[in-house]
C-alpha cells in the first residue's frame, strides 16, 4: 500500500506498523492551519514572497498611492484590521472578532496548533474589550458624517482625549476627485488640529479642557518622491514615531522645529482611499500618558481607513451638490425682466438638500407690444433626468414664446416636443400672456393646479382655467380662456410641491393657500398690495415640516398696467405720405404728454422705421406710442422679414435708417409675430 507523503508518522516499513495491516488505507494526519491574513499567530510564507505579500495586499510605487500598495517594509508596521469579504475594510461594527484574533499574539511555546489564539488574563481580556468598544463607537461618528469637515470633525472628537492627546489631520490639496488624476506637486495641507492640555482651575481639580492654541505644525508640507514622509505614505499601514523613517517623515510633515514626544506617544497614519493616498493623520500622546501599545496601531489603521474612505465620499458627494446645483442654476432664469406694467417676483425650493435638483420651473419672456409671459411648469420626478428634460421644455417654451402664438398653441407644440423626447416624458404646465394696455390675461392650462388671483381688496379667487390633460400623453386639444387682470391684483402660479403632500391633498392645500394670501392681503390695509417679496416668503412660510415632498417653483405677477390716457394709437396706410404723416401724429401725442424735448428724435426716428415698413408692407401700418418711465414706440407691418442694421458705402442712398436708431435709441428691437413683426425703440422721458 502507497503511503501518503503529508502524512506526519516517518516512513517505516509495514512490519513496524502492524495496526495499519486491518486498514485499508492510512488517512493523512491533518497539516497544521496556517493563521489567517492579518492574525497574530504565525504563518508559512510562499517561497520567494515576503510576508506581507499577500495575494489581495496593495502595494504602492508611488507618494500619492498610485500603483501597487505594499511598497517596501517600514519600521513599526503591523498588519491592519482583517477586511471584510470582497476585500473592502471591516465596517465599524464588524472588526470586532477580527480585530480579537489580530491583537491575540500566540503565546511561543504554548500547547495547542500553531498560530491560535491564546487565553489571555482578566485585565488583558478587559482592555481588548475596552478597545473594540471604541473602536465601534469612534467608527460610528466617524460614518455619521456627511460633508467633509464633519467627517474630520468626526475622527478628531472621537480620538481626543480617548486615545491620544493631540491630532493633525492633513488633507491633500487639491483633493483628488473619483477617478481624476491627482495634480503635481504632491501637497498636504494640515486641515484641522485639536489637542487637549491639563489646566489648574482655582478651586478645582486639574480638568482637560481645549487647547486654543495647540503645538504649531507647518501648514503646507510638499511630499518629496523618494523621501521618508512619501515611503511612509506608500506604506499605507500606521507606524509609531520613534523608527528612523517615521521620525524624519514626521520632521518633514510638522516641520524641522516642532517637538515629538518620545518613545511610542506618536502614531502617523496615512489616509489611504479608494484609489490613493489622500492624507495623513498623526496621534500624540503626552509624556505623563501610558504610551501606545502595538494594537494601538491596529485602532490607528481602523480609524484611518474609515476616515480615508468617508473623505473620499464626502469629496465625490460634493462634486455631485456642485454639479446639481450648476445644473439647477442654468435651467432656472437668473434674474427676471421687469417689462412695462408688471413687478415679477419667484422663489425655488429644491424637495430636500440631498436632491437639489428637480423638474420644476418658471420663466417670464417679454413680447411684443409690452406684453408678458408667464409660463410655470412641473417634469415629474426630482432628479437629474427630471432636470435635462425640463431644461429642454423650458428652451422650447421660450422659443414658442418668440414667435407670439396663442397659449394653447404653445401647449400643443410643448406636447409634442415631450412625446418626441420619449415616452413617460410627462409634464404639467401652465401659460399666460399678460396685456397691460387692455389689461387682460389669457390662460392655457396643461394639467397643473389653477392660479390665484388676489385682487386690491384682499380678495383671493382661484381662477377657473379649464385643466386640460398633463404635456407628453398626445392627441389632446388645450383649451385658453381670456380674464380680467385688474390695476393692482396679484397674479400666483405655483407648481403642485406647495399645495401637495403626504399630509393633505391638492385641493385642501389649495384652499390654505386661497386663506393665507388673503389674511396677508389684509395686513397691508384694502388700498395697498403686499410688497411682492414678502408674498412670496410668506407663502413659503405656510409650509410644514412634512410639506417637503417635491420640489417648489413660484411665479408671483403684481399687474400695474398702463392706463389708457399714456397710450397713443394709429393705423398708417402704406403710402408714400405714410413718414409724414406719423411725424405730426407723434408730435401731438408729445406735446399732450409734456415731452416736447423729445420731438426732434422721435420723429427722426418715426420717420426712419415707418419708411423702411412702408417700403414692404401690403396692409396698414400700426404706430404705437406708450409713456410709463420711458417712451416706447412700437411700428407693426405684414412683411415677416427682419430688418438687419448694416453699414452703408459711401455711395449707397439707404441703409442708414437702423444705424441713426441705434444710435439715438435706448434700447430697440424687432420680434417676428405670426402674421408679421414689430420694430420697436425707447427713449428716456427725461433727457
Known amino acids: 500500500m502507497t503511503e501518503h507523503p503529508t502524512s506526519h508518522e516517518g516512513r517505516q516499513p509495514l512490519a513496524a506498523r502492524p495496526h495499519e495491516r486491518t486498514r485499508p488505507r492510512q488517512q493523512a494526519a491533518e497539516a497544521p492551519v496556517p493563521a489567517q491574513p492579518g492574525s497574530a499567530g504565525p504563518r508559512s510564507a510562499a517561497p520567494g514572497r515576503r510576508p506581507d505579500d499577500s495575494p489581495g495586499a496593495d502595494r504602492e510605487h508611488t507618494p500619492d498611492g498610485t500603483g501597487d500598495g505594499g511598497g517596501r517594509p517600514v519600521p513599526g508596521q503591523v498588519t491592519p484590521p482583517a477586511a471584510a469579504p470582497g476585500g473592502t475594510p471591516a465596517q465599524a461594527g464588524a472588526p470586532a472578532a477580527a480585530m480579537a484574533v489580530n491583537a491575540t499574539p500566540a503565546t511561543p511555546g504554548a500547547s495547542g496548533s500553531p498560530g491560535a489564539p491564546q487565553p489571555q488574563d482578566g485585565a488583558a481580556a478587559r482592555r481588548e474589550g475596552d478597545r473594540l468598544r471604541f473602536v465601534g463607537a469612534a467608527t460610528r461618528r466617524i460614518a455619521r458624517g456627511i460633508d467633509l469637515d464633519e467627517i474630520v470633525l468626526g475622527l478628531c472628537r472621537a480620538t481626543v482625549p480617548t486615545f491620544s492627546d493631540a491630532i493633525l489631520v492633513y488633507l491633500r490639496d487639491p483633493l483628488p476627485v473619483g477617478d481624476e488624476r491627482p495634480v503635481a506637486p504632491f501637497v498636504l495641507r494640515l486641515r484641522r488640529t485639536d489637542r487637549l492640555r491639563l489646566t489648574d482651575v482655582e478651586g478645582e481639580e486639574l480638568t482637560l479642557v481645549p487647547d486654543p492654541d495647540p503645538t504649531p505644525a507647518a501648514e503646507l508640507c510638499e511630499v518629496r518622491s523618494g523621501g521618508n514622509l512619501a515611503e511612509v505614505l506608500r506604506?499605507?499601514?500606521?507606524?509609531?514615531?520613534?523608527?528612523?523613517?517615521?521620525?524624519?517623515?514626521?520632521?518633514?510633515?510638522?516641520?524641522?522645529?516642532?517637538?515629538?514626544?518620545?518613545?511610542?506617544?506618536a502614531i502617523l497614519a496615512p489616509l489611504r482611499?479608494?484609489?490613493?493616498?489622500?492624507?495623513?493623520?498623526?496621534?500624540?500622546?503626552?509624556?505623563?500618558?501610558?504610551?501606545?501599545e502595538p494594537n494601538d496601531l491596529l485602532v490607528a489603521a481602523q480609524l484611518a481607513t474609515h476616515t480615508a474612505l468617508g473623505i473620499d465620499k464626502a469629496v465625490l458627494y460634493g462634486r455631485e451638490a456642485y454639479i446639481a446645483d450648476e445644473l439647477q442654476r442654468t435651467m432656472l432664469p437668473d434674474s427676471l425682466p421687469q417689462p412695462t406694467g408688471v413687478r415679477l417676483a419667484s422663489r425655488y425650493l429644491p424637495a430636500a438638500e440631498t436632491a437639489r435638483v428637480g423638474g420644476d420651473w418658471y420663466d417670464a419672456i417679454p413680447l411684443p407690444g409690452s406684453r408678458v409671459a408667464l409660463v410655470v411648469g412641473d417634469v415629474m420626478g426630482h432628479s437629474m433626468t427630471s432636470a435635462a428634460i425640463m431644461g429642454q421644455l423650458r428652451t422650447t417654451a421660450q422659443t414658442l414664446a418668440g414667435l407670439d402664438l396663442p397659449p394653447q398653441e404653445v401647449l400643443h407644440h410643448l406636447d409634442e416636443q415631450a412625446q418626441r423626447l420619449g415616452q413617460d416624458r410627462?409634464?404639467?404646465?401652465?401659460?399666460?400672456?399678460?396685456?397691460?394696455?387692455?389689461?387682460?390675461?389669457?390662460?392655457?392650462?396643461?394639467?397643473?393646479?389653477?392660479?390665484i388671483l388676489l385682487h386690491l381688496g384682499g380678495r383671493a379667487e382661484v381662477l377657473r382655467v379649464p385643466p386640460g390633460a398633463p404635456i407628453g400623453v398626445g392627441g389632446v386639444d388645450f383649451e385658453a380662456v381670456e380674464l380680467d387682470a385688474p390695476a393692482g391684483a396679484t397674479l400666483l402660479l405655483y407648481t403642485d410641491g406647495l399645495v401637495e403632500s403626504r399630509l393633505r391633498d391638492v385641493w385642501t392645500g389649495i384652499e390654505q393657500l386661497r386663506e393665507r394670501l388673503a389674511a396677508t392681503a389684509q395686513l397691508t390695509g384694502p388700498d395697498h398690495s403686499p410688497p411682492l417679496e414678502a408674498l412670496c416668503d410668506d407663502v413659503l412660510d405656510m409650509l410644514g415640516p412634512g410639506d417637503r415632498d417635491d420640489d417648489i417653483a413660484l411665479l408671483a405677477a403684481r399687474f400695474d398696467g398702463i392706463a389708457p390716457s399714456d397710450v397713443a394709437y394709429w393705423f398708417l396706410e402704406p403710402e408714400d405720405a405714410a413718414p409724414g404723416r406719423a411725424r405730426r401724429l407723434a408730435r401731438r401725442a408729445l406735446a399732450r404728454w409734456d415731452l416736447e424735448e423729445l420731438s426732434d428724435s422721435v420723429e427722426l426716428l418715426i420717420s426712419e422705421v415707418v419708411t423702411n415698413a412702408v417700403r414692404y408692407a401690403e396692409r396698414p401700418v400700426t404706430l404705437r406710442l406708450l409713456k410709463t418711465d420711458v417712451l416706447r414706440c412700437e411700428v407693426g407691418d405684414d412683411s415677416p422679414q427682419l430688418p438687419r442694421q448694416r453699414r452703408a458705402r459711401d455711395t449707397d442712398e439707404g441703409g442708414r435708417g437702423l444705424f441713426l436708431v441705434n444710435r439715438l435709441a435706448r434700447r430697440w428691437g424687432a420680434t417676428r409675430l405670426s402674421g408679421g413683426k414689430v420694430v420697436w425703440f425707447e427713449l428716456p422721458t427725461r433727457i
Request: proline share 10%; with cysteine; net charge positive.
Open 235 to 265: 506604506g499605507v499601514r500606521p507606524v509609531f514615531g520613534d523608527s528612523a523613517a517615521a521620525r524624519s517623515a514626521l520632521s518633514e510633515l510638522l516641520g524641522r522645529d516642532h517637538v515629538l514626544p518620545g518613545g511610542h506617544r
Open 273 to 292: 482611499g479608494r484609489r490613493r493616498v489622500i492624507g495623513a493623520a498623526v496621534f500624540l500622546r503626552r509624556p505623563e500618558r501610558p504610551a501606545f
Open 426 to 451: 410627462m409634464a404639467t404646465c401652465m401659460y399666460a400672456v399678460y396685456d397691460p394696455v387692455s389689461h387682460r390675461i389669457t390662460i392655457a392650462n396643461a394639467g397643473h393646479p389653477p392660479p
